[in-house]
């Protein structure tokens, strides 16, 4: 299994200004993912983080305003970019293992509102 | 991946078995059936995935139908704690690490005192 760590765990942000939520596993993980759950609403993929390179983004999310970096196998970082009251959501990070089940260990997400 | 249909909610009793559905009749040869569940407040947490065959671990177990149209996750002596929506995701896994999982609306499970 792996343990996913996110920080902040929850922020009040002012509109127009951007955060970094960073994710750290402690196990190597082949994919690491970022999702967006929206008030009351399901998760929803934004993008895979992948290592050394760029993001691969879902449709209708793009990098200007996600951008994400994933140095090594263990840590990434997901910032949200000009923040608006519609990026008020919790952000979640998930990774998977090589080899397994494929199943995904999520973090318990960072809860971000915008004013 | 495969579309999946369950029912917006349910309730069960405590200490009863919960039976969660899941129609998934799209679903491909190569396609597993992956429960997880969230928990207010908390990320999703992996409960169980089967490809045809029954399932049972710690926490549930995994029927699916002979036509692998449909399955039903069964909790076994439901508690407060398994208050949660559940969901009901139908994937390819090829083994070289886990991709992407697409959620739907899944199934909030209340259990009652």
């Known amino acids: 299994s792996a343990v996913i760590s996110q920080k902040p765990s929850r922020d009040i942000c002012q509109r127009g200004t951007s955060l970094t939520i960073q994710c750290q596993v402690d196990?190597?993980?082949?994919?690491m993912f970022w999702y967006r759950q929206q008030p009351g609403q399901s998760l929803t993929l934004i993008a895979t983080?992948?290592?050394?390179?760029?993001?691969?983004?879902e449709s209708g999310f793009v990098i200007d305003k996600f951008p994400i970096s994933r140095p090594n196998l263990t840590f990434s970082t997901l910032t949200v970019s000009n923040m608006s009251p519609e990026d008020s959501s919790i952000y979640l990070c998930?990774?998977?293992?090589?080899?397994?089940?494929?199943?995904?260990?999520f973090g318990e997400g960072s809860r971000l509102t915008v004013l | 991946d495969a579309k999946t249909t369950q029912p917006t909610s349910m309730d069960c009793a405590e200490g009863r078995a919960a039976n969660l559905p899941c129609n998934h009749s799209?679903?491909?040869?190569?396609?597993?059936v992956y429960w997880y569940r969230q928990i207010h407040s908390q990320g999703p947490q992996y409960i169980i995935h089967?490809?045809?065959n029954n399932e049972t671990n710690e926490m549930a177990s995994l029927i699916i139908t002979e036509d692998r149209k449909s399955s039903t996750l069964i909790l076994p002596h439901a508690t407060l704690r398994d208050t949660a929506v559940y969901y009901c995701?139908?994937?390819?896994?090829?083994?070289?690490?886990?991709?992407?999982?697409?959620f739907g609306k899944g199934t909030h499970l209340i259990i009652q005192p």
């Open positions: 998930s990774g998977g293992l090589a080899g397994g089940t494929g199943e995904l260990f």
């Open positions: 196990s190597q993980v082949t994919m």
């Open positions: 983080a992948n290592q050394g390179s760029e993001a691969t983004y």
């Open positions: 799209t679903i491909s040869g190569n396609e597993y």
């Open positions: 089967g490809l045809k």
């Open positions: 995701i139908v994937r390819v896994y090829s083994g070289g690490g886990a991709d992407g999982l697409t």
